[in-house]
């Protein structure tokens, strides 16, 4: 009995060392495992390094990390003092098989992107297998009237960029491809065939030839009451009881007989009918009417011009050429333009001037530019109208006010939109020049003895104010041909 009792003894001698070691290597070994230390001004590296051996873990430092921490912790698991020492250290750490990376922020950004970049790569690889499956189709697409850049934008939709998330960019798919054949006028379109076909329907829906207007345009300069004579139609559009005049949309409608009750300045015109104009749509609106702001030289820099209409072009003409006749006026130029549906036209009407300019390389010739100048882009509506936008610019030489000798510009300019029937006039009024100056005659030598000198010559003042009217006519070209015809 005492022999089975000593061999049981000392068969648990042997054993409980062996079950303190198992037990000591397993809890060096896992992650509830606990250290304590102090650290003052250690090498990061040196501490990350030394939570590997504690913990038995595989942990790879970047040669990127470096700094200095100081740290005192008590009986605290090693993961979080491993975390402890990362974020204070401005570090991170990646896991992954096993392993641990400390890194520093920029890397593990770097890594981060780089995970998402193949994800990306790996998904469009993916779809791109699937889209295998589904035919591509490439066509070359001539154009006829509008440019391969604008169509290509318009395809895709105003954007140049994918969509995100197999999204269509426009009528493209996402590997969708349009190219520009300029020198051929033409797309080379590559997609699915579902899409193919559709792009090229719209192209033809919208490569159409289009409208094309001309501008008939006279620059006239009168007195200033013959536009009064003319029975033009002075008014402008409103919806309100406030006039609208600049930048605002005005509808130009027939002539009607009208008394005003003031002449140049600025005031209201009052009528002796009930004054009425049409919209676009045909339903009736009111007009109010205005008055020119006069412009005078020395004026502000903005144009003062009001709007009529003058719908008889033939009784126009021959008011014009009686105008002529009787000295009280001139057409200065009677311009045509034909340009296409929303592209500017753009009428000059002046003169260059000279003047003359001194360095140290001589004497040059210089020109400064003094034109009358009209930018009309018209825009042909559904309605049988003609959308008109309008920049009016004058610029006057300006002699008196010299800089060095050069003389100044006045430079004036105003703009308007307004509609006009096809066939039918727009008038533009209340530009002013006003010409100042004296002149004498009188017998050579006599009229220059003092005080009697008056009997022999004769002084002239010359106080001219005259208007500039400008008459347009927009007529869509094939009206034109059929009415010449």
């Known amino acids: 009995m005492s022999r089975r009792i000593t061999a049981v003894f000392f068969l648990l001698l042997l054993i409980i060392p062996l079950l303190c070691f198992s037990q000591s290597a397993k809890r060096t070994s896992s992650p509830a495992s606990k250290v ?26 970047s040669d990127a990390v470096k700094g200095k921490i100081t740290m005192k912790l008590e009986n605290v698991y090693w993961d979080e003092a491993l975390d402890l020492v990362v974020e204070t250290g401005g570090l991170r750490k990646i896991e992954a098989d096993n392993i641990i990376r400390v890194v520093t922020v920029k890397e593990y950004d770097d890594e981060i992107k780089r995970k998402i970049s193949e994800r990306e790569s790996f998904r469009k690889d993916r779809l791109e297998r699937q889209k295998m499956g589904e035919e591509f189709v490439t066509e070359t697409v001539y154009l006829s009237y509008v440019s391969p850049s604008d169509m290509e934008k318009m395809l895709k939709g105003g954007s140049e960029a994918a969509a995100p998330g197999g999204q269509k960019k426009g009528f493209l798919s996402e590997f969708g491809t349009i190219t520009q054949v300029n020198w051929n006028n033409a797309l080379i379109i590559r997609d699915t065939r579902e899409n193919v076909s559709n792009m090229i329907r719209i192209v033809k829906e919208h490569d159409r030839k289009p409208n094309q207007i001309q501008i008939d345009c006279k620059i006239v300069q009168a007195t200033t009451n013959f536009s009064r004579e003319l029975g033009i139609q002075w008014g402008v559009r409103s919806d309100q009881t406030s006039n609208i005049l600049g930048n605002k949309e005005v509808l130009v409608s027939g002539g009607r007989s009208f008394s005003s009750a003031t002449e140049g300045g600025t005031g209201t015109m009052v009528s002796t009918v009930n004054l009425l104009g049409f919209r676009p749509s045909g339903s009736i609106i009111p007009y109010n009417v205005n008055l020119p702001a006069a412009v005078g030289a020395g004026a502000g820099g903005t144009l003062g011009f009001y709007i009529g209409s003058a719908t008889d072009a033939f009784q ?18 009677n311009p045509k333009v034909i340009t296409s549906d929303n592209k500017k036209a753009i009428i000059q009407q002046g003169k260059s001037i000279p003047y003359k300019t001194y360095s140290q390389s001589g004497t040059q010739t210089q020109f400064a530019e003094a034109v009358l100048g009209l930018e009309v882009t018209p825009s042909v509506t559904k309605d049988g109208y003609i959308k008109l936008e309008i920049l009016a610019k004058k610029d006057q030489a300006d002699f008196v006010n010299t800089s060095e000798g050069v003389p100044t510009i006045d430079k004036k300019q105003a703009s308007t939109l307004l509609y006009v029937k096809d066939g039918e006039t727009a008038v533009i009024g209340g530009i002013y020049e006003r010409e100042e100056g ?24 010359i106080d001219d104010r005259t208007e500039l009217l400008i008459f347009i006519t ?3 070209v094939k009206n034109v041909y059929k009415n010449e015809g």
């Open 36 to 61: 304590s230390f102090d650290f003052m001004d250690a090498d990061v590296r040196n501490v990350v390094r030394i939570l590997a051996e504690v913990s038995g873990k595989n942990i790879v430092i």
């Open 474 to 476: 927009p007529r869509v």
């Open 438 to 461: 004296s002149s004498e005659n009188g017998i050579p030598g006599l009229k220059n003895i003092p005080l009697l000198g008056w009997l022999f010559k004769k002084q002239t003042k």
């Open 316 to 333: 126009l003409d021959v008011q014009l050429s009686a105008l002529e006749d009787e000295g009280r006026g001139r057409i200065l130029s």
